[in-house]
């Protein structure tokens, strides 16, 4: 495995944007790769509790097997190609997604939760996130990356205030955090997305698509936080990263 330093100086992050196949590994073994892409990677194996030269050897193995190589390098491609596939790819297919979830957590929670401890807080969480999640979406279509594929086009233009472009990438970043927090609750109010013996069909479902929701959520969040963001302050600063 070619990594970019030791696991002291090496965050997870930065390990999958090289190397997209590595978030595999990591979904495994429970290691944020998104939210928590800014830790070392010696950090995030000491918090799970995880031998960090047994993590070592799973993501050289996983490096050892060839790539499909349907994905670019997401930390080499145009700013704004990356932009267009997080929206085409993420955003657009949340917009199709969460409202069909959305039905099926108030159907199951509404049938089932009487008897299933956690369905009516599922319901809550899960519609706050809803709600935080298209707003959280719309912000970033009409400022933020607009004035990403600015700065790249050679555009000085900032959209309202003269600030720079890490004060609203901030922004965008706790609110990812809060996104992860609200999956995690959920992830833990349903057993890690497992049904119980008694659920029905649409309660298997649902479950399932809890668990896509949380895997495509962190696919999403790792391009954001962890290559576009990173990329576009240092276009901002003239190559100081200052997040």
């Known amino acids: 495995m070619t990594l970019v330093g030791s696991p002291f100086s090496v965050t997870v992050g930065q390990l999958v944007a090289e190397r997209p196949e590595r978030g595999r590994v990591f979904e495994r073994l429970g290691i944020d790769y998104c939210c928590g892409g800014r830790k070392l990677l010696a950090e995030a194996c000491a918090q799970r509790g995880l ?15 060839p790539s499909a190589g349907t994905q670019p390098d997401w930390s080499t491609v145009p700013l704004s190609q990356l932009v267009d596939d997080i929206v085409s790819t993420h955003h657009e297919s949340m917009r199709h997604e969460l409202p069909r979830l959305s039905s099926l957590v108030q159907k199951v929670a509404a049938v089932h939760g009487a008897t299933h401890a956690g369905l009516t807080d ?3 969480i899960f519609s706050e996130f809803v709600r935080e999640l298209i707003l959280h979406m719309s912000k970033e279509e009409s400022l933020l990356f607009p004035w990403i ?16 472009i890490d004060q609203p990438i901030h922004r965008m970043i ?4 809060d996104a992860g927090r609200a999956l995690e609750a959920m992830r833990e109010l349903t057993n890690g997305f497992t049904p119980p ?3 029905c069909g649409t309660y298997r479902v649902m479950l399932s698509g809890l668990r896509d929701l949380e895997a495509d959520m962190h696919t999403h969040v790792h391009k954001e936080n962890n290559i576009l963001f990173p990329r576009a302050v240092a276009l ?3 190559g100081k990263d200052h997040l």
């Not at 031998?51 to 097997?65: C, I, P």
């Not at 594929?149 to 003269?162: D, Q, W």
């Open 51 to 65: 031998d960090t030269a047994h993590v070592q050897a799973l993501l050289e193995a996983s490096d050892a097997v």
């Open 122 to 124: 599922l319901n809550r």
């Open 149 to 164: 594929c600015g700065l790249e086009a050679g555009s000085a233009h900032r959209p309202r205030a003269l600030v720079p």
């Open 174 to 177: 706790q609110e990812h955090d």
């Open 197 to 199: 013996p008694d659920a």
């Open 236 to 238: 901002d600063t003239g």
